[in-house]
């Protein structure tokens, strides 16, 4: 049974670049979330997809958005990015179904902006 | 608007030992849930732990313990007999408990480090 998988692992990019970033959930998980991890610092919450609609946001500006498709799967985009940018993007999903509430981490993507 | 606090950077541990990582968090809400996360170099974040707030039996999970203190606002980790696999970092981390409000507060983490 496949975990959380995210492309791709590691990515450099530029000033003012555009980026993105995939998620697949695990097998039978329908919830995905994204969260930030600046070095040395826990993860922040970016935002909830569920039923190909985001969900719930947290403090991000408009350049973060996302996208979750039909087969749960989702895509984070960052826009303009800034050197503050830099950072590992998290994904995590779980499912709705039963009294299940355990989100279940990626691996991550390690982004640098130059 | 949820915090949680840890204020202990850096630990460190005779391999075979005990060690408490503490964990305090502020919140206006009665029923959430309290997770305990570890991050090895691999960065994949792993769920160590949970625990219901309406419950009041401290949640064990082999050799890993917490410590709940709702009036307090407190949620410590003991790992037992620690072993060179448990060096990581660990994050606390708040969930309210109502569907639709799942977004997950950490704390800083901290370092834990076994001497062998």
């Excluded at chain 2, 997770?35 to 419950?55: D, G, H, N």
Aim: aromatic share 14%.
């Amino acid at each position: 049974d496949a975990g959380v998988t995210q492309s791709p692992t590691h990515l450099i990019k530029t000033r003012g670049q555009q980026v993105t970033l995939r998620c697949s959930p695990k097998s039978g998980h329908d919830t995905v979330s994204w969260y930030q991890q600046a070095l040395g610092q826990g993860p922040q919450f970016i935002f909830q997809y569920y039923e190909e609609e985001e969900r719930q946001r947290g403090n991000f500006p408009d350049r973060f958005s996302g996208h979750q498709f039909p087969n749960y799967s989702s895509e984070l985009n960052v826009n303009a990015l800034l050197l503050g940018d830099s950072a590992l993007y998290l994904c995590a999903s779980r499912s709705t179904s039963g009294f299940t509430y355990e989100q279940y981490f990626g691996p991550g993507t390690r982004l640098t902006v130059t | 608007a949820q915090t949680v606090t840890q204020s202990q950077p850096e630990m460190s541990v005779q391999e075979a030992e005990t060690v408490t990582l503490s964990c305090t968090y502020d919140t206006s809400e009665s029923d959430y849930y309290l997770f305990w996360y570890k991050q090895p170099p691999s960065r994949q974040m792993i769920l160590v732990i949970r625990q219901e707030a309406y419950k009041q039996q401290n949640a064990t999970e082999n050799r890993f313990s917490v410590n709940f203190q709702k009036a307090a606002k407190s949620f410590s980790l003991k790992i037992s007999d620690s072993q060179l696999g448990d060096a990581a970092m660990y994050f606390c981390a708040y969930r309210s408990y109502f569907f639709g409000n799942e977004k997950l507060t950490f704390g800083t983490g901290t370092r834990l480090t076994i001497i062998p």
